[in-house]
C-alpha cells in the first residue's frame, strides 16, 4: 500500500509540474490564435486561404475529439467510429443543403445563416439517432461489445453511402455550398467544449467517471449506468454528426473514402494523445495534430514516419497523454500566479503522516 | 425487514445458490457466514440487483425486490459495501463518498457527510486525496462510508475484514456495531466467524450454496461443528 502512495504522489507531482510549465505556453497559444482570428473577423486579410483552411480543419477536429473524449475518456467506453457518425452528419446535412432550393422571401446570405446551423442540427441528430441505435443494444452489456460494433457500424456506413443511390457511390456528392466560415467553425467549436465541459462537470459527468472508474460498484451506487453509457455515447455521436456537416460544408465535396477507419483512428489518436479525460488535452492535441502533417509537409515521404514516430515516443514516455486527466482551468490560473508569487503550490493530494495506519 | 425466500442463483450452468431463505429483522445484525466460495457474495450482488435470480423472492417489508435494477433497489434504501472494497481510485475520498450519495438531491447528504467523517475522522483528514492511494484499511473505511451516504435503511457488508491486520478489524468491527445501534440494519457476510458472531445477533452458515446451520450468534458460537469448522476452536 506504502508504494501505491507513493506512485500516486508522483504522479500528482508530475501533474502540477506539467500544468505550470503547459499553462503559460498553451495561454500565449491561444491567446495569439485568437488576436489573430479575431482580426480575420475584423476583414483583415492577414491569414491566407491556405492558413485559413488549416483553422477551420483544427477547429472540425476539436469537436471530434472533444466529443469522442467524452465517450473514451470521460465514461472509459471505447468507441472506435467516430468517422462513421460524422459520415452519418455529413451526408443528412450536404443532402439538405442541396434540396432545400431557394427561399424567395430572403437573401442568399440570410437564408445560408438560418440554414446552415439548422442542416448541421439535423446532421447532429441523425448521429445521434445511429448513436442510439447501436448503443442501447451493445451498451447494456457489461464489457468492449461496443468497440466491435462502432468498428462495424464505421464500415456500414461506409459501404451504404458506397451503394446508396442517394450518397451518389463512390463518385460523392460535389458542388455542396460552402457555408462553412472560420465564423461558423469557431462558434461551433466553442459551444461544443462548453457544453461538453459542462457536462462533464455536472453530476451527469459524475455519474459518467463513476462508470469508467469501477462500473459495477457506480451501479452498486444506484446510478443507472446504462443510461448514462448511451447518454453519453449519444451525445458523441451528436457533436461527430455536427463536426462532419462543417467539414461536408467546407470541403465542398464528400466521398466515402473521408470517413473510412482511418479517420475514426485519427481522432482516436487526437484523445489518446491529448490524455484520456482531459478535454484540453483534447484541444491542443487536436490543434497540434491538424498542424503537425502541414508543418511536416516538406519533408515528403517521412512525413508520416516522423508523424508515426513522435506518437510512438509520446506514447512510450508519457502513456497517459499529454495531460493525463487534467485540465487547464481557472483553477490552474491561481496556482500558477501564486505560485510565481513565492507562496507554496498544493499538489492536490496531501503527504500522508509516517505511519498512518497502513495495513 | 428483509426476507429471503427459496433463491436460486445461477453463473451460466454452475447453480451457485441452490434454494436459500432467511430473513433479516429491523434493527438487527445478521450475518451469513461461510468459506470461500460458498455463495456470500452471490447472495449480496441478488439482493443489490446486480445479479438476477433464477428462482425465488426477495421481498422488502413485503416488496418484491428481485427483478427491480440496481439503481431502483438502492432508491428504496439498500445500499451495498462490496467485495474488496471498489473505491473510484481516481477520485477523491470526498468525491467517492458524494457518488455514494448520488440519488440524493441538493445538500441533504451534508448530515450523513459530517457523521461518516465522525466515524472515521482519517477520511476527513484524507479528503482530497485519490482513493487509491489510500491504505486498504482507510479503503474499506471509505467504501463503508460511501455506503452510508446512500443514508440506507439496510446495509450489505461484503467481507470488510478481507486482508486488514487483526487490530485494524476490530476498530472496523465497532465501527460497524456503531453504526447499527445509530439505526441502521445491518446484513454483513464474512468468512471471518469470529468477529462477525461477536457483534452479530443472529447468524446463517452457507456451504456450497446452501444453509447448513443458523440461529442466534449467541447459540452458533457454541455450537460444536461451528466451533470446529469456522473458529478453529
Ligand atoms: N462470475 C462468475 N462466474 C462463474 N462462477 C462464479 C462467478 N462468481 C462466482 N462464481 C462461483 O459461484 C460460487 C460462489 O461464489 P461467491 O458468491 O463469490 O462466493 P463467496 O463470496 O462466498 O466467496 C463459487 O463457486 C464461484 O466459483
Ligand atoms: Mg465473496
Known amino acids: 500500500m506504502e508504494t501505491q502512495t507513493t506512485t500516486g ?322 483553477t490552474v490560473f491561481k496556482s500558477f500566479f501564486r505560485s510565481r508569487t513565492g507562496e507554496e503550490v498544493t499538489s492536490r493530494p496531501e503527504k500522508r503522516g509516517g505511519n498512518g495506519g497502513s495495513a | 425487514m428483509l426476507t429471503v425466500e427459496n433463491l436460486h442463483v445461477y453463473y451460466g450452468a454452475i447453480h451457485a445458490i441452490q434454494g436459500i431463505s432467511f430473513s433479516v429483522r429491523q434493527g438487527e445484525i445478521v450475518t451469513l457466514i461461510g468459506a470461500n466460495g460458498a455463495g456470500k457474495s452471490t447472495i449480496l450482488k441478488t439482493i443489490s440487483g446486480l445479479l438476477q435470480p433464477r428462482e425465488g423472492k426477495i421481498l422488502l417489508e413485503g416488496e418484491e425486490i428481485s427483478t427491480l435494477a440496481p439503481h431502483q433497489i438502492v432508491a428504496r434504501g439498500i445500499s451495498q459495501v462490496p467485495e474488496g472494497r471498489r473505491v473510484f481510485p481516481e477520485l477523491s475520498v470526498l468525491e467517492n463518498l458524494e457518488l455514494g450519495a448520488y440519488q440524493r438531491k441538493g445538500k441533504e447528504h451534508l448530515k450523513e457527510l459530517e457523521w461518516v467523517f465522525e466515524l472515521f475522522p482519517r477520511l476527513e483528514e484524507r479528503k482530497n486525496q485519490p482513493a487509491g492511494t489510500l491504505s486498504g484499511g482507510e479503503q474499506q473505511m471509505l467504501a463503508i462510508g460511501r455506503g452510508l451516504m446512500a443514508k440506507p435503511r439496510l446495509l450489505l457488508l461484503d467481507e470488510p475484514s478481507m486482508g486488514l491486520a487483526p487490530l485494524l478489524v476490530k476498530e472496523i468491527f465497532a465501527i460497524i456495531q456503531e453504526i447499527n445501534a445509530a439505526g441502521t440494519t445491518i446484513l454483513l457476510v464474512e468468512q471471518n466467524a469470529h468477529m462477525a458472531l461477536s457483534i452479530a445477533q443472529t447468524g446463517y452458515v452457507l456451504e456450497t450454496g446452501e444453509i447448513v446451520l443458523s440461529g442466534s450468534a449467541a447459540e452458533l458460537v457454541r455450537n460444536e461443528e461451528v466451533r470446529k469448522a469456522y473458529l478453529g476452536l
Open chain 1, 9 to 330: 504522489l508522483e504522479k500528482a507531482k508530475a501533474v502540477e509540474k506539467w500544468r505550470t510549465h503547459l499553462f503559460p505556453a498553451g495561454l500565449a497559444i491561444l491567446i495569439l490564435l485568437n488576436i489573430l482570428i479575431f482580426m480575420e473577423h475584423l476583414g483583415f486579410s492577414i491569414v491566407s486561404r491556405y492558413y485559413k483552411g488549416i483553422l477551420i480543419l483544427a477547429f472540425i477536429n476539436i469537436i471530434l475529439a472533444v466529443s469522442l473524449n467524452l465517450i473514451n475518456g470521460i465514461t472509459g467506453l471505447f468507441s472506435i467510429g467516430h468517422a462513421g457518425f460524422m459520415a452519418v452528419g455529413a451526408y443528412v446535412s450536404a443532402l439538405l443543403s442541396l434540396n432545400m432550393g431557394r427561399w424567395e422571401f430572403v437573401s442568399p446570405q440570410v437564408q445560408a445563416v438560418i440554414q446552415f446551423p439548422l442542416v448541421l442540427l439535423a446532421g447532429g441528430l441523425a448521429a445521434a439517432l445511429a448513436g442510439l441505435v447501436i448503443g442501447i443494444p451493445t451498451l447494456r452489456l457489461r464489457g468492449d461489445y461496443l468497440a466491435i460494433a462502432t468498428l462495424g457500424f464505421g464500415e456500414i456506413i461506409r459501404v451504404v453511402a458506397l451503394n446508396l443511390n442517394i450518397t451518389r457511390g463512390a463518385r460523392g456528392i460535389a458542388s455542396i455550398p460552402n457555408y462553412t466560415s472560420l465564423w461558423w467553425a469557431q462558434l461551433f467549436a466553442v459551444v461544443t467544449v462548453v457544453i461538453i465541459w459542462n457536462i462533464v462537470h455536472s453530476n451527469h459527468g459524475r455519474a459518467m467517471v463513476a462508470i469508467r472508474e469501477d462500473e459495477i460498484a457506480a451501479e452498486a451506487m444506484g446510478i443507472n449506468t446504462t443510461y448514462y453509457k448511451v447518454l453519453s455515447f449519444t451525445i458523441g455521436a451528436f457533436f461527430a454528426g455536427v463536426a462532419g456537416g462543417l467539414l461536408a460544408h467546407h470541403l465542398t465535396f464528400i466521398s466515402p473514402k473521408a470517413f473510412d477507419v482511418l479517420k475514426s483512428i485519427e481522432i482516436l489518436l487526437m484523445v489518446v494523445l491529448g490524455g484520456l479525460g482531459s478535454i484540453t488535452g483534447s484541444v491542443i492535441a487536436a490543434i497540434v495534430l491538424t498542424a503537425l502533417p502541414e508543418v511536416l509537409r516538406f519533408l515528403q515521404a517521412y512525413r508520416m514516419v516522423i508523424y508515426a514516430g513522435t506518437l510512438v515516443v509520446l506514447m512510450i514516455f508519457r502513456p497517459q497523454g499529454l495531460f493525463g486527466r487534467a485540465e487547464v482551468d481557472l
